[in-house]
């Protein structure tokens, strides 16, 4: 596994230079934006990838309905500020989105649509460059200003923007738990551990856990999630863990070309079936074994069994 921490090895950062001090200007400064006060007091979960194409805005959504059909009010926030998803998949067209927030002036609650099985969404906006280079400032702005919802929302539920981009780690290390999606393919978990590299040289409240998309078999999944274990407890001596497979699954392509969740179009489906498995892990329950080939019901968690924020 060389060969992924070969890969992982960031480049040495260039050397910040010192600014000139220029003649002052007579053009206004602009006011700068003032955060709230505090984060969300509400659990916080990010799923996020080393690489894009995985599938991970699939696993998003139709966890977020596997959460809400157990009692859980959720949020999805899509974080890929400049090049929204979510709205996609799910066939909204929202009026309004976080250009509207960051730049425009409204506030988290004016922008927040209904999804299906009564999932609210915080939609992006698609190419907008001032969103898909936002700084950490502004990330940490609108982070905060989702503490407005803490009385609406039981779980909020991050959809990062793919890759090691200072959006996509500002929007993880928030987060507890950090799910890194990848894919059997060896240029995916080797993104997906250069993905947890960077996140374990930041201030995380949790070691990132590894779900396994689009694998062929479990054991398929299981051997994946063996190799990006063994190479971060050699280079980087954390213990990852592995959250599970979301099987390869026909399903899951009809249904985006549908634009509507997997888990409403095909519920008995196997991909189904393990998005209700990570269900579990994410409230906090064992996985079931072995695991059902149809998503039968399991205990209904109450919303006051979820774990806030501290």
Request: hydrophobic share 40%.
């Amino acid at each position: 596994m060389s060969d992924i921490e070969n890969k992982a090895e960031s480049t040495p950062r260039p050397k910040k230079r010192r600014a000139t001090r220029k003649p002052r200007s007579k053009a206004p400064r602009p006011v700068a934006i003032v955060p709230p006060g505090s984060r969300p007091r509400r659990r916080i979960v990010a799923v996020t990838s080393g690489k894009g194409g995985v599938g991970k805005t699939n696993i998003v959504t139709n966890l977020a309905i596997a959460l809400s059909r157990q009692g859980i009010r959720v949020l999805v926030v899509d974080g890929d500020f400049g090049l929204a998803n979510v709205d996609l998949l799910l066939g909204i067209a929202p009026q309004f989105d976080l250009q509207d927030v960051i730049l425009g002036g409204r506030k988290v609650s004016e922008i927040v649509l209904d999804g299906p099985d009564g999932i609210r969404i915080v939609p992006a906006s698609s190419g907008v460059e001032e969103l898909a280079n936002l700084d950490e400032y502004r990330t940490e702005v609108l982070i905060r200003s989702l503490s407005d919802l803490d009385g609406e929302v039981d779980v909020i539920l991050i959809d990062c923007p793919s890759g090691i981009g200072r959006g996509a780690v500002a929007l993880a290390q928030v987060a507890d738990p950090i799910l890194v999606v990848t894919t059997p393919e060896p240029t995916a978990f080797s993104d997906a551990y250069a993905m947890i590299k960077v996140l374990c040289r930041r201030n995380i409240k949790c070691v990132p856990a590894l779900v396994v998309n689009e694998a062929d078999s479990e054991e398929t999944a299981v051997a994946v999630a063996k190799r990006v274990r063994a190479v971060a407890k050699r280079f980087l001596n954390i213990d990852v863990e592995y959250w599970g497979a979301i099987l390869a699954d026909e399903a899951v392509p009809k249904s985006v070309l549908r634009q509507e969740p997997f888990l409403s179009t095909y519920p008995y489906s196997p991909a189904a079936s393990c998005i209700y498995q990570l269900a579990r892990r994410v409230l906090g329950m064992a996985p079931k074994e072995p695991a059902p080939s149809t998503p039968g019901p399991f205990t209904v968690v109450s919303r006051d069994e979820v774990p806030e924020e501290v």
